[in-house]
């Protein structure tokens, strides 16, 4: 029995093409938003991640009817759903807490386990309890689990903004348990991330009337009931910025399909405003984003914020990148102050690297060498990867399934880029 690994040769030139997945972070909230109506939601590009898998299992487990449609379509319906999420299934994801806001607008009831996902520091969800109690729900929070309960939802106004900025989910949920609430509902500093949008551009085509769509403040007017639609997926904008800065690092190049001019600058700018070389060293040719490697990367003064700020869910691996550049850098993150846990594996790799506070220091041009490193979330998973490509020699990510959580089929897109990786399990 070996322990799952990936073993990845370095020093490898990647070349070719890859095509974007939908992505993740929309897709879950809009799986939890199928539970509003009772009529069938069709949806496409739904990722083919253990995180979706583990969201279409906790939605048969509540009654609906979840049925494949063809590759990466799903028909959900939720006819005939019961309100309690408390399994261990609901554990596994992060996400999951968007079953708490859907079925609470739905069926004025729910009790879902507490949610799992990647640790990446506290992890509350104040946020989202407070805007369920000034709809109208009763909130109890026995250990374990979170227990909603209401006979009616009363459109309120309500703030989403915590101490390190808004909160993504917790602006999904707000969404979902006002829909159908009475009378209008005003969110205040609500996400402005692009998932946000999507999971908005949804409701409204099942009969929902959100306004202020990535404005910071929307404006939801309670209608009585949302029925079935069909929507597609948008392309995963973290994956993208993955095989982006794998393409700085090593693309000769690295031609990316799946994005558009006007989707780049509706996710990208906070990314190419961190990075002055980058728009020298990519750009779009021939029917896809092309990235070039970049030799003589000045070094990076990186701050993460919320959208449209650079995303900490790129934290990790722009420090690879930033690992190799000419003089020093500094990456701080602001929304996950404390998202470093995987600096000692970054270490061992060779990347001279420390944290002081929110705030990780590194040294120009690191050498990376081989090494056994165990992954500590989906995201620094990822990061290992691309530092294991860089480095001589062969080294082995332990915990691959955190990257399966996040990234479809990352390994082969890798290995078709020309990246020599194996995965044993
Ligand atoms: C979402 O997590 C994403 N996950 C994360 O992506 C992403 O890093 C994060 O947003 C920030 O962009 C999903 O969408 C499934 P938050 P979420 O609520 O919603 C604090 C990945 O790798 N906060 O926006 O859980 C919180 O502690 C994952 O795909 C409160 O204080 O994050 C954090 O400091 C990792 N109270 C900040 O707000 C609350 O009630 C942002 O958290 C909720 C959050």
Redesign the pocket.
């Known amino acids: 029995m070996v322990t799952p690994c990936c073993v990845i040769q370095g020093r490898t030139s990647l070349r070719g093409d890859i095509a974007i997945s939908g992505s ?2 929309a897709a ?2 809009i799986l939890a938003a199928t539970l509003l109506t009772d009529q069938p939601c069709v949806l496409h590009n739904v990722p083919e991640l253990t ?1 979706v898998a583990n969201m279409l299992e906790a939605l048969r487990l509540l009654g609906a009817e979840v049925i494949s449609v063809g590759p990466r379509s799903w028909s959900i319906c939720a006819k005939d759903v019961h309100t309690d999420a408390r399994n261990p299934v609901v554990q596994h ?3 999951s ?1 968007c079953l708490l806001g859907a079925l609470l607008g739905r069926k004025r009831s729910a009790s879902v386990a507490m949610p799992g ?2 640790k ?10 407070r805007a369920f109690h000034r709809l109208g729900a009763q909130v109890h929070q026995p250990t374990g689990y979170v227990s909603l309960q209401t006979d009616y939802l009363t459109g309120t106004v309500l703030s989403m903004l ?9 602006t ?1 949920n707000a969404v979902m348990a006002a829909v159908l609430a009475k009378g209008t509902t005003v969110i205040r500093h609500a ?1 402005r ?1 692009p ?1 946000i949008a999507s999971l908005c551009r949804m409701l409204n085509q099942m009969g929902a009337r959100i306004t202020g769509l990535n404005s910071g403040t929307l404006i939801v007017k309670g209608v009585p009931f949302l029925h079935g639609t069909s929507f597609t997926v948008p392309p995963d904008r ?1 994956e993208a910025g993955t095989f982006i800065i794998l393409g700085y690092l090593r693309g000769t190049p690295v031609r990316v399909h799946g994005l558009t001019p006007q989707f780049l600058t509706e996710n990208f700018q906070g990314f190419f405003d961190a990075i002055p070389s980058a728009r020298r060293h990519s750009f779009f040719h021939d029917g896809a984003f092309e990235v070039h490697r970049i030799e003589d990367l000045p070094g990076l003064d990186i701050c993460t914020l ?2 449209p700020g650079f ?3 790129l934290q990790p691996q722009i420090s690879v990148l930033a690992s190799q550049a000419i003089s020093a850098s500094r990456v701080r993150d602001t ?3 404390q998202r470093f846990a995987h600096i000692p594996a970054f270490r061992r790799l060779g990347i001279q690297a420390k944290v002081e506070h929110d705030t990780l220091h590194l040294a120009p041009h690191s050498t990376l060498h081989s090494g056994e490193v165990t992954a500590t ?3 620094a998973g990822a990061a290992l990867y691309l530092a294991g490509i860089l480095a001589d020699g062969s080294t082995t990510v332990f915990r691959p399934d955190y990257v399966d959580r ?1 990234y479809e089929h990352f390994e082969e897109k890798l290995q078709k880029l020309g990246a020599e990786l194996t995965r044993l399990s």
């Open positions: 993740k972070n879950l909230p995180d994801l992060r996400a807490v996902g990647c990446l520091g506290a992890r509350p969800i104040d946020l989202h309890l915590g101490p390190r900025g808004p909160s993504m989910t917790g999904s996400s991330e998932e973290i919320p959208y995303p900490t869910d929304v996950f102050p979330d989906l995201r996040g």
